[in-house]
């Protein structure tokens, strides 16, 4: 099988030539902005308390009994006279703000992934954040 063709060392300056990206004295750079890429998410976006949550027998059970009581349909379609099955339950408001609302049954309600998507939209206009 060929071999890629080598190529200058995307490092500027470098004349070295590779068949990845960087050099190999110059590999270091890949990992460090592998770093950068991900340090915004990381440090900002992730929150891992929610992922945990999301991941729990008591989410499951709740999400189980919400989606009962709304018939596995969605809430926002039946205002609208049309019958969609539902693919999320949604907290009405946001986990992030409201944590001690996360298990209260009167605080999710069962939609489709288009009004999901509407709901999230508000919620980040009305809230802010990410």
Not at 46 to 63: G, I, T
Not at 79 to 89: N, S
Request: aromatic letters at 6%; proline letters at 4%.
């Amino acid at each position: 099988m060929p071999t890629k063709p080598l190529k200058p060392c995307n490092k500027i300056g470098c004349r070295n030539l590779t068949q990845e990206r960087y050099c190999a004295e110059h590999a270091y750079l890949a990992e460090q902005q592998r770093k950068d890429r991900h340090k915004r998410y990381d440090e900002q976006q992730r929150d891992k308390q929610a992922a945990a949550f999301y991941h729990s027998v008591e989410w499951n059970r709740v999400r189980q009994q919400a989606l009962i009581r709304d018939h596995g349909l969605c809430q926002d379609c039946l205002l609208e006279q049309r019958i969609t099955p539902a693919d999320v339950v949604d907290h009405i408001k946001p986990l992030r703000l409201f944590w001690h609302l996360r298990l209260v049954l009167s605080n999710l309600r069962s939609l489709c992934n288009q009004h999901h998507a509407i709901k999230t939209a508000n919620d980040k206009r009305k809230y802010g954040g990410d």
